[in-house]
């Protein structure tokens, strides 16, 4: 393990460390092991009551994972994968909450995560090259290198909404569940957002409630999980063929194996092939739906063919013709937006306790004491659920006050669109490393690969800084800028750019319209990484 120089510094004084960590997700978990590990002393932040990030947040019935349960979990440990056994194919929120805590445990994690603290002030002082860290409870701590695993999507939306407050009943946000859940029986529950939040909680709620009204803006794709109990055969495979399934997945679009994306192009094949290969794909359900040809991404007459099927698919299910066309999303290419993966719920829209509101012909006016009002009419309800999404990628960031050289915010830098080297460090941001920033493939990815391939390549850095003597790394301008030319680049040639989606912060007013993820898949990125360093760390300055 690489000699880490500044350790020596943790001991003179407990608010002197080598390596702060903000957030205990997946990311800050795997970074606190990885730098305890190579005996740099670290520790985390983090604003919740508890470890688990997404998981300890969203806890709304329905919660689970869009990706197969192997696929979504660490790799970086033999004896963790082989002797935790998932329960379902697809990972429920409780699930992965024990998981996380089993991971915690497992590796004695604990002890350096501070919970109950949010991390409002990161100051670069440059007399010292060291991070001047300040949190919500007053503390000061000072260390070398700040790794921000504060999460895609951790910034709740805040409802804007006129009259959102004077509601009097029960009002609740997926993104921020009461930890002992709710009990809706008989109860007039109105809920706001059909994304992947929505759809779940709908979806599981709908046969609790009294009534349940639906309120949507914009109708998603969404394509059946078939979850169920996981496969003994599929669970024995992966264990047996783990090594070579996880470098697949490395070395993947996306990071997950069972896409399966398909070579040929749609429109090259028949329309009997095209719909024996969406029917069989259909049924084998999840994220490989939209991975059966490879134009599918990036020709929208080839994406029309899959749009319309899966059309088709959710007018077959909904009884009501005109709610079935209600669902029917027309406006954008599918996938363009993260695919919602559910477990029936289009059928929820049989029910007769169901109703759906559409908000483009009615939109909302106002929320009142006593519901929703849209053009159309007044709804009353005893709870509503806000599943209105998330400041995703940038808001985390944005909500801690982050000072680099000279004073500059990086919210300031960031006015226009966030600005990355590899969408790991931003120029004029010394030893601030983000997990999964913006220029990186992140949340058009199976995370727990992204995330892994992040830490390693940060924890990697730091110890190369340690056995090198050297005290700081930075993005150069010049490479952060050719960066994000190229991210942008890849992302004009997609469909992704057609959608008014959280990708390109079009969900939250005002915010810069700029696509943040990097779209040339995982494998490709993890090359250009290892390129970079094995180039000298090319790109950056290091002194
Ligand atoms: P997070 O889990 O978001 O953790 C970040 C932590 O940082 C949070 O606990 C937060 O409280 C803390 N934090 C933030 N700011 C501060 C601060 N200033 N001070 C202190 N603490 C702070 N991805 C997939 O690949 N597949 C899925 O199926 C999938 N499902 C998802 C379902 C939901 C409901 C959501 C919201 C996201 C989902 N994602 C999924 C994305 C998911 O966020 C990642 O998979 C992964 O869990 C992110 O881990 P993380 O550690 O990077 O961030
Ligand atoms: O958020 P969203 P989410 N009035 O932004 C609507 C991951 N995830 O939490 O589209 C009325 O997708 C908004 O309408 P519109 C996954 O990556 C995964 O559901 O802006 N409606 C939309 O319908 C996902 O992509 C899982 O017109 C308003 C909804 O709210 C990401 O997290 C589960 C509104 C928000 O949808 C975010 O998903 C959950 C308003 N004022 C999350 N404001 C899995 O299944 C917003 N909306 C793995």
Same mark, same amino acid.
């Given at each position: 393990?690489?000699?880490?120089r500044p350790?020596?510094e943790?001991?003179?004084?407990?608010?002197?460390i080598d390596a702060?960590?903000?957030?205990?997700?997946?990311?800050?978990?795997?970074?606190?092991?990885?730098?305890?590990?190579?005996?740099v002393?670290?520790?985390?932040?983090?604003?919740?009551?508890?470890?688990?990030?997404?998981?300890?947040?969203?806890?709304?019935?329905?919660?689970?994972?869009? #990706?197969?349960?192997?696929?979504?979990?660490?790799?970086?440990?033999?004896?963790?994968?082989?002797?935790?056994?998932?329960?379902?194919?697809?990972?429920? %929120?409780?699930?992965?909450?024990?998981?996380?805590?089993?991971?915690?445990?497992?590796?004695?994690? *604990?002890?350096?995560?501070?919970?109950?603290?949010?991390?409002?002030?990161?100051?670069?002082?440059?007399?010292?090259d060291r991070w *001047?860290?300040?949190?919500? /409870?007053?503390?000061?701590?000072s260390a070398r290198y700040c790794?921000?695993?504060?999460?895609?999507?951790?910034?709740?939306?805040?409802?804007?909404?006129?009259?959102?407050?004077?509601?009097?009943?029960?009002?609740? !946000?997926?993104?921020?569940?009461?930890?002992?859940?709710?009990?809706?029986?008989?109860?007039?529950?109105?809920?706001?957002?059909?994304?992947?939040?929505?759809?779940?909680?709908?979806?599981? #709620?709908?046969?609790?409630?009294?009534?349940?009204?639906?309120?949507?803006?914009?109708?998603?794709? !969404?394509?059946?999980?078939?979850?169920?109990?996981?496969?003994?055969?599929?669970?024995?495979?992966?264990?047996?063929?783990?090594?070579?399934?996880?470098?697949?997945?490395?070395?993947?679009?996306?990071?997950?194996?069972?896409?399966? $994306?398909?070579?040929?192009?749609?429109?090259?094949?028949?329309?009997?092939?095209?719909? /024996?290969?969406?029917?069989? *794909?259909?049924?084998?359900?999840?994220?490989?739906?939209?991975?059966?040809?490879?134009?599918?991404?990036?020709?929208?007459?080839?994406?029309?063919?899959?749009?319309?099927?899966?059309?088709?698919?959710?007018?077959?299910?909904?009884?009501?013709?005109?709610?079935?066309?209600?669902?029917?999303?027309?406006?954008? =290419?599918?996938?363009?937006?993260?695919?919602?993966?559910?477990?029936?719920?289009?059928?929820?829209?049989?029910?007769?306790?169901?109703?759906?509101?559409?908000?483009?012909?009615?939109?909302?006016?106002?929320?009142?004491?006593?519901?929703?009002?849209?053009?159309?009419?007044?709804?009353?309800?005893?709870?509503?659920?806000?599943?209105?999404?998330?400041?995703?990628?940038?808001?985390?960031?944005?909500?801690?006050? #982050?000072?680099?050289?000279? +004073?500059?915010?990086?919210?300031?830098?960031?006015?226009?669109?966030?600005?990355?080297?590899? +969408?790991?460090?931003?120029?004029?941001?010394?030893n601030?490393?983000?997990?999964?920033?913006? +220029?990186?493939?992140?949340?058009?990815?199976?995370?727990?690969?992204?995330?892994?391939?992040?830490?390693?390549?940060?924890?990697?850095?730091i110890?190369?800084l340690?056995?090198?003597?050297?005290t700081t790394?930075?993005?150069?301008?010049?490479?952060? %800028?050719?960066?994000?030319?190229?991210?942008?680049?890849?992302?004009?040639?997609?469909?992704?750019? %057609?959608?008014?989606?959280?990708?390109?912060?079009?969900?939250? =007013?005002?915010?810069?319209?700029?696509?943040?993820?990097? $779209?040339?898949?995982?494998?490709?990125?993890?090359?250009?990484?290892?390129?970079?360093?094995?180039?000298?760390?090319?790109?950056?300055?290091?002194?």
């Open positions: 393990m690489p000699k880490s350790v020596e943790a001991a003179k004084a407990p608010d002197m702060v960590i903000v957030g205990a997700g997946f990311a800050g978990l795997y970074m606190l092991h990885r730098l305890r590990a190579m005996g002393s670290a520790r985390i932040y983090e604003a919740g009551s508890d470890i688990g990030g997404t998981w300890f947040w969203n806890r709304y019935p329905g919660a689970r994972v869009d #990706i197969e349960s192997q696929e979504y979990s660490y790799s970086f440990s033999d004896e963790l994968e082989f002797d935790w056994q998932w329960t379902e194919r697809y990972a429920s %929120q409780p699930e992965l909450l024990k998981y996380i805590n089993h991971v915690a445990d497992r590796f004695d994690l *604990r002890h350096d995560i501070q919970l109950d603290t949010r991390v409002t002030e990161a100051v670069y002082d440059e007399t010292r *001047r860290i300040l949190t919500d /409870r007053g503390e000061r701590i790794v921000m695993a504060t999460g895609c999507l951790s910034a709740a939306k805040e409802p804007d909404i006129p009259g959102a407050g004077s509601f009097k009943g029960e009002t609740y !946000s997926t993104a921020s569940w009461p930890r002992d859940g709710v009990d809706f029986s008989g109860k007039r529950v109105g809920i706001i957002g059909t994304g992947s939040s929505g759809i779940q909680t709908i979806t599981t #709620i709908a046969p609790e409630v009294g009534t349940l009204t639906v309120f949507q803006r914009t109708p998603n794709f !969404s394509v059946p999980a078939h979850n169920g109990p996981i496969d003994p055969a599929v669970a024995a495979d992966w264990k047996a063929n783990r090594d070579t399934y996880r470098q697949e997945e490395r070395e993947s679009g996306i990071g997950i194996r069972a896409l399966d $994306p398909g070579e040929a192009l749609a429109l090259e094949a028949s329309p009997e092939e095209r719909r /024996r290969v969406y029917e069989e *794909r259909w049924a084998r359900g999840g994220f490989c739906v939209a991975a059966g040809y490879a134009d599918l991404g990036v020709d929208k007459a080839a994406n029309d063919t899959l749009a319309e099927f899966v059309g088709d698919k959710i007018r077959s299910i909904v009884k009501d013709p005109e709610t079935a066309e209600m669902l029917v999303p027309k406006t954008y =290419p599918i996938a363009s937006k993260r695919l919602c993966v559910d477990t029936g719920y289009f059928e929820v829209y049989n029910r007769d306790n169901v109703s759906l509101v559409d908000l483009i012909a009615t939109p909302i006016e106002a929320i009142t004491p006593t519901g929703i009002r849209t053009t159309a009419q007044d709804h009353e309800f005893d709870a509503i659920i806000y599943a209105i999404g998330f400041d995703a990628m940038t808001g985390a960031l944005d909500r801690i006050d #982050i000072r680099g050289r000279g +004073g500059e915010r990086l919210r300031d830098k960031w006015a226009a669109g966030p600005v990355t080297y590899l +969408g790991l460090m931003a120029s004029g941001f010394p601030l490393f983000m997990v999964t920033g913006p +220029g990186s493939p992140s949340v058009l990815s199976n995370m727990m690969v992204s995330i892994e391939q992040h830490v390693d390549w940060i924890a990697d850095c110890g190369h340690g056995d090198h003597q050297l790394i930075e993005a150069t301008p010049e490479a952060e %800028q050719a960066w994000v030319a190229h991210v942008n680049e890849i992302a004009d040639q997609t469909l992704y750019v %057609q959608a008014n989606s959280w990708y390109l912060g079009a969900n939250v =007013p005002g915010k810069p319209r700029v696509f943040m993820p990097y $779209p040339g898949g995982v494998g490709v990125y993890r090359e250009k990484c290892d390129e970079v360093v094995a180039n000298a760390y090319e790109g950056f300055a290091l002194t």
